[in-house]
């Protein structure tokens, strides 16, 4: 939702004033950059100001509708633009904590604030009179003179007008309400019963020997949940990303492996009251009678017309052109594992729970290579300070101080003063790592406000990165795995592109851009993780400071393309059963595993690989419509991605100058100009799948 100036409070009672007074959200913050006051900020606060916001804002709409003067730029779609300041500060602040510090009381909060966001989206959207200054700035951009920005936003709020039912009869536009209510509602409980879900998301072990293969800090991890579960001399392991791959990687136990394994595929879809299977039946058909009622056939083509794909088909012909070499890929990385498992006396067929373990293994003897050689070098400080802020500075003049005093949700967050060469003042950066029992599983980046650049006036924005990565010990710093530390490095370059831009107006900025490019900054910032320069300079022994020596940066980027069939075909397949999907009208009761197992089968996807997510717990598709048919948008990304670091390659990794124009083509522009003419503007032509698949070794 769009963030602005805050209109001037009306009269009112003492009584009311103060307590008006006392709530954080509806005064001007007084923070250093505007940073919200968190610590002032209590459940009690949120729907008072979310109420007095809509208030505000739907006078702000008034305001433009009943504007006698002809319907220009400034007076509407800027007017629009810079409307709903206080309305979005609760929003941002609401959309931080509830993933981040999701309590019981969050969580309550969340079902009563998010139908009241989407009732109000769906008001301004809906209003007919609005829509029709928009329009009339639309049709007349020629003759009002707009220059290419402007003409660039009306015409996004002019789809986005359309595409929210404005068009619709007033009978059409009540049942949109209705659906997106009723959708808004199972979003959120599909994402609460995910959430719900990790306390059942528990494996316990209760023989020390089950251990063996294990890493010394994930042993006394889960140590320490089962004393706090009130189990001594026992060992809890929880499912979560990092905690789940070290078993399924390292365990010696197979059958621990295989009831690891199992838990976590289990998520949301054990028959309990937190079964995601009715909020998926209920999200399917309210989605394809949404996308009928405004002129598609399915949610497919509603999902992907407005960016670069255009097409479902499009979409599909991208993913099977990858899918195809990543599966024969699969079968090559099965075969050397089985061969391996065979050969060391292992009297089984492989299945999904050995596949990490022995991959693992098969590395190691290919290249002489194992994660738990290069974790101590990769101290997360030492990743963050001496890697993706190291490479910041390189390429585009950034440094970051802490601002220890500043405001923060939660105490491990770290706040970050992000300055230019000249230093300038260039955004806020948050970051929160570590795994809470009230996070989301996962890793994002998002933003406080919005930033804009006109006029003479001007916002930066403030930005966080989120992540669940491997926590600290009492004898431990939080060393990472690789694994990790890519994702670091990915969410990291979608903070850069929040914090570097330069959009002039609030609905064109930062991240604000096509769904199926704005993964590529973060994908393409992987690549400095391994370059020798960047890679010297962070991965550094966390006990003795020994820079990583040559002979593992050569085995680690040797390694780099090892097992990639496995990755790439379990990202395709998720795609693919995203679009799958969203592509049929579904009228009846679904059976999700059923499905799932149809669309194994008309894919020929291999046994021993599970899709990235399963259903009930695919985020991505069933959170929220953000990305709903739109997962395959990462290797839409991909392919940008990789075709884009060619030039990093031809001309250096940190040449400052293709940095720049990286930075000014495809970082800072937000959504200024249309994605493909601002990348080719950046690598000179077209982009194909040919490096990605080459990047992935699969060509």
């Avoid at 109420?51 to 709409?61: F, P, R, T």
């Avoid at 139908?115 to 329009?135: C, G, W």
């Avoid at 930005?463 to 939080?478: C, E, H, M, Q, R």
């Amino acid at each position: 939702m769009l963030a602005v100036c805050c209109l001037a409070m009306p009269a009112a009672g003492a009584k009311k004033k103060t307590v008006k007074q006392q709530n954080p959200f509806l005064a001007p913050y007084t923070t250093q950059y505007g940073i919200p006051p968190f610590e002032e900020i209590k459940i009690e606060h949120y729907i008072p100001a979310l109420e007095e916001g809509i208030k505000q804002h739907n006078e702000e709409i008034n305001a433009i509708v009943v504007n006698r003067a002809r319907p220009n730029f400034e007076n509407t779609v800027l007017a629009l633009d810079m409307s709903g300041e206080v309305f979005s500060k609760v929003n941002y602040v609401f959309m931080a904590l509830n993933e981040s510090d999701a309590t019981p009381e969050m969580q309550a909060l969340a079902e009563k604030l998010s139908p009241m966001i989407t009732a109000h989206s769906d008001e301004v959207y809906m209003n007919l009179q609005l829509f029709n200054r928009i329009k009339d700035v639309h049709d007349n951009a020629d003759a009002l003179g707009l220059d290419k920005a402007q003409r660039r936003l009306t015409e996004k709020y002019y789809k986005r007008f359309v595409r929210n039912g404005a068009l619709l009869s007033a009978a059409g536009q009540g049942t949109l309400k209705c659906m997106n209510t009723r959708l808004a509602t199972r979003h959120l409980s599909f994402v609460n019963n995910v959430m719900s879900e990790s306390g059942n998301n528990l494996v316990l072990v209760d023989n020390e020997a089950r251990l063996s293969g294990l890493a010394k800090t994930t042993i006394d991890a889960a140590a320490k949940m089962a004393a706090d579960k009130g189990m001594p001399g026992k060992w809890v392991f929880t499912a979560s990303a990092s905690t789940r791959l070290d078993v399924l990687t390292s365990a010696d136990d197979r059958s621990l492996r295989e009831e690891m394994y199992k838990t976590y595929l289990a998520t949301a879809s054990r028959g309990n009251e937190f079964d995601n299977s009715k909020n998926i039946n209920e999200i399917l058909k309210l989605r394809q009678r949404k996308a009928k009622l405004l002129g598609f056939d399915t949610f497919a083509d509603y999902a992907v017309d407005p960016v670069m794909a255009k097409t479902v088909d499009a979409a599909e012909d991208l993913l099977l052109s990858i899918w195809k070499p990543a599966v024969k890929k699969v079968d090559e990385e099965v075969a050397d594992m089985q061969k391996y498992a065979d050969a060391h006396g292992a009297n089984f067929k492989l299945e999904g729970w050995d596949y990490y373990y022995f991959a693992e293994k098969v590395k190691k003897e290919k290249y002489n290579f194992s994660e738990d050689e290069v974790r101590p070098y990769f101290k997360l400080e030492n990743v963050v300070e001496n890697g993706i802020f190291w490479v910041a500075n390189k390429l585009y003049g950034l440094t970051f101080t802490k601002m220890p005093k500043a405001p923060k949700y939660n105490p491990e967050v770290t706040v970050y003063d992000v300055k230019d060469a000249q230093g300038k003042h260039v955004a806020v950066f948050m970051t929160d790592y570590f795994p809470r029992p009230v996070k989301a599983q996962g890793a994002w980046m998002m933003e406080m406000n919005q930033a804009y650049d006109f006029g003479g006036k001007s916002e930066r924005p403030i930005i966080y990165n989120v992540g669940s990565f491997t926590a600290p010990t009492k004898d431990l710093p939080s060393l990472l795995t690789l694994d990790e530390v890519e994702t670091v490095f990915h969410e990291f370059g979608h903070a850069l592109n929040g914090m570097l831009t330069v959009a002039p107006y609030k609905g064109l900025e930062g991240t604000n851009i096509d769904r199926d490019i704005v993964e590529m900054p973060s994908q393409l910032n992987e690549h400095w993780l391994l370059v020798p320069e960047v890679l010297k300079n962070y991965a550094k022994h966390y006990k003795t400071g020994e820079v990583i020596p040559q002979n593992l940066v050569d085995k680690l980027i040797e390694s780099s393309k090892f097992n990639q069939g496995f990755m790439t075909t379990e990202l395709v397949g998720a795609a693919l059963l995203d679009i799958e999907w969203h592509k049929i009208d579904w009228c009846g009761d679904i059976d999700v595993k059923g499905f799932e197992k149809y669309v194994s089968r008309k894919l020929g996807k291999p046994s021993i690989i599970e899709y990235r997510y399963r259903s009930p717990y695919f985020k991505h598709i069933f959170g929220s419509d953000e990305y709903a048919c739109g997962y395959y948008t990462y290797l839409w990304a991909q392919v940008l991605e990789a075709d884009g670091w060619n030039r990093f390659e031809e001309e250096g990794p940190l040449n400052v100058q293709t940095a720049t124009d990286y930075k000014n083509y495809i970082l800072a522009p937000g959504d200024t100009e249309d994605a493909m003419t601002l990348y080719k503007k950046f690598r000179g032509k077209e982009p194909n799948a040919d490096a990605l698949l080459r990047l992935r070794g699969l060509k």
